[in-house]
């Protein structure tokens, strides 16, 4: 039998008389691995604070087993003189409590008694696991030894991330951990937790990881939790096949519902059809509801479309560029078009985001000349924008204030294509959730239809429907693309180029996405492959745009076939098409065909992928 880590049985909760837990249970066995997925405000947060103690219930009980250790990153950062290395070192209370007694103890069996939980816990290799958990969360040797004081507070709360991952605690709760990484540091965290010895629980958006780090998916709704098994792409397709049987039942019910109350209406006061009538009422009362799943509200993004411009719309010859003068990226010579859709690698601190700095044009180059379109428009996103919103001020104010001639009906209209409704166009921006604010950052950023469009770490703060909106426009926007991300998922579908910044450079690199995420993982910098010996011509521009191009229609084809499959499958899902066999058979053919043809496309489409990674290699 197995052993359970964390019982939540029938718990109800309310914040302001909203309800957020009815009758909610779950059971969450010793070493599973489980990502808590639900819409913003739905209250996960909540759950984790109900399990950690710091709410109380209104009804149920949350058990987990006696002296078992819930840990998880606090609210409040280090900030201390002490050096990362101490701080995560001191996140351990049980060893460092037993280290500062050992120092003086003076009874032979209780120094005894301390020594052997030391080996017990393995307290001598703590400085090792220690550095090796800060060096994965991007700090180097040196850094480690520096006090927490000397880091902002995105890089304290790595160490504040660090801490919990080194004391182990037997049921590990995260939220939203990867928001405060990158992409380096969020595959490392992906591989740790896959290895993590212990139970955890992980709130996430992150498909990523939702689908390598974690093996079930608790899945929070209509105030109900619910136990998925498999990661998050199956729970995905799992619960769109749900939703499709359960809107078939429910319409067929209301078909029934609707045939009684027609017999009841009409016969009702005639005394020949008195009792049958009758009959029907009551059938009516004893049929238990079959309600229609509800809509998720559909996320949008919707990007201007900039004017057409001759390439190249950037060119660089020889550029070095730097701060105070001290270049961090040296002879760059680099060229973008306004159809290219680049993905930025590269470990922390080789220069990533001072490149983007200097596409945006917010830095100047020491050397070397840049060229850029002189109609070129470029749309900027860093992840300090948010942060640089005016708190008292709404969404609309803002909004005015770059297009102060315009009316407020057609403002509006801008807010409402970015997700920004009625009520949130007059909430100041200081009681929007982060999700609203990175949609607002966004909005600013791309207002005057921009040629060029950097973002650098745009997912933070948006769920799981609102990173596949901007998946959606950033595929469809006509404007180049420049993408800095922690998000594997959002840049392996809108990214088709990959610039490996690295030692001072920059570069085209060479592997996909996968073979990055595998040289990382083996510890080892990506290496440049061998030069072959002998080189390929190089194809022209027009021959990649036309790859480019056939790929977009592969994916178009692959799209159309996914959507006539899942119109039949509901189709197939009705049970009265089974009373009639023949009609079902021939769905069922129609059905086998379309998995036949989407076979055929995903194939003719992974050959256009292949052909187009060879030409650019």
């Not at 209780?110 to 700090?139: P, V």
């Not at 749900?242 to 019910?253: D, G, H, L, M, P």
């Not at 745009?458 to 990173?467: A, C, K, M, Q, V």
Request: proline share 5%; net charge neutral; hydrophobic share 40%.
């Amino acid at each position: 039998m197995r052993r359970v880590m964390l019982r939540i049985s029938d718990i109800t909760y309310s914040v302001e008389g909203r309800p957020l837990f009815e009758g909610a249970s779950a059971t969450i066995p010793t070493g599973h691995k489980v990502g808590l997925v639900g819409q913003n405000g739905t209250g996960k947060t909540t759950l984790f604070r109900l399990i950690r103690g710091e709410i109380a219930l209104e009804g149920g009980e949350i058990s987990v087993p006696a002296r078992s250790r819930i840990g998880g990153v606090a609210q409040e950062v280090p900030s201390s003189s002490t050096s990362l290395l101490d701080t995560v070192l001191a996140a351990d209370t049980e060893r460092a409590s037993l280290m500062a007694e050992a120092e003086t103890a003076t009874d032979p069996h209780r120094i005894a008694d301390i020594q052997h939980r030391l080996a017990d816990i393995d307290a001598w290799s703590a400085e090792g696991r220690a550095s090796s958990i800060l060096k994965g969360l991007g700090f180097t040797p040196e850094e480690t030894l520096m006090p927490c004081s000397d880091f902002s507070g995105g890089w304290r709360m790595r160490v504040a991330l660090a801490g919990v991952l080194f004391a182990q605690p037997d049921l590990l709760l995260l939220d939203e951990p990867t928001n405060y990484l990158d992409l380096e540091g969020a595959l490392w965290l992906e591989s740790y937790l896959a290895k993590y010895p212990h139970t955890v629980l992980i709130i996430s958006h992150d498909r990523g990881l939702l689908n390598r780090a974690v093996g079930s998916i608790l899945h929070l709704e209509n105030r109900k939790l619910t136990l998925w098994s498999g990661p998050y792409d199956q729970f995905a397709r799992q619960r769109a096949e749900q939703r499709a049987v359960q809107a078939a039942e429910a319409k067929k019910q209301e078909a029934r519902r609707a045939h009684l109350q027609s017999f009841v209406d009409r016969f009702k006061a005639k005394a020949s059809k008195a009792v049958q009538a009758q009959s029907r009422v009551k059938m009516l009362e004893k049929m238990t509801p079959i309600m229609a799943p509800e809509e998720a509200k559909k996320q949008v993004f919707t990007f201007p479309v900039p004017e057409p411009l001759s390439p190249p719309i950037i060119t660089m010859d020889g550029v070095s560029v730097g701060y105070d003068g001290k270049p961090v990226l040296r002879r760059l010579s680099l060229r973008i078009d306004q159809d290219d859709r680049i993905a930025l690698l590269g470990r922390n601190g080789e220069g990533k985001s001072t490149l983007s700095k200097l596409l945006a044009g917010k830095l100047a180059p020491i050397d070397g000349k840049v060229v850029r379109s002189s109609k070129l428009r470029i749309g900027y996103f860093a992840q300090h924008q948010v942060d640089e919103l005016y708190l008292d001020e709404t969404p609309l104010q803002h909004i005015q204030r770059l297009r102060p001639a315009e009316g407020q009906p057609r403002l509006r209209a801008r807010l409402a294509g970015f997700g920004l409704g009625a009520d949130q166009a007059e909430t100041v921006v200081g009681r929007l959730s982060g999700g609203q604010k990175a949609r607002l950052s966004l909005l600013l950023a791309t207002i005057d239809a921009p040629h060029l469009l950097i973002l650098d770490e745009p997912t933070n703060h948006l769920d799981i429907e609102s990173r596949e909106a901007l998946v959606t426009a950033l595929t469809e926007y006509s404007g180049a693309v420049v993408l800095v991300s922690h998000d594997m998922h959002l840049l392996g579908l809108v990214a088709d180029r990959l610039w490996l910044v690295k030692g001072g450079g920059v570069a085209p690199y060479q592997g996909d996405l996968e073979s990055y995420r595998r040289e990382l993982l083996a510890g080892d910098e990506p290496q440049k492959p061998e030069k072959p010996k002998e080189k390929a011509p190089k194809p022209s521009r027009e021959a990649l745009q036309a790859l480019r191009s056939e790929i977009r229609k592969c994916e178009e084809r692959v799209a159309k076939l996914n959507d006539m499959r899942d119109k039949l499958a509901v189709k197939l899902a009705d049970p009265e098409l089974y009373e009639r066999p023949g009609e079902a058979i021939v769905w069922q053919k129609k059905y086998a065909e379309v998995m036949e043809g989407l076979d055929r496309a995903e194939e003719m489409w992974m050959k256009a992928a292949e052909k187009l990674e060879l030409a650019q290699a």
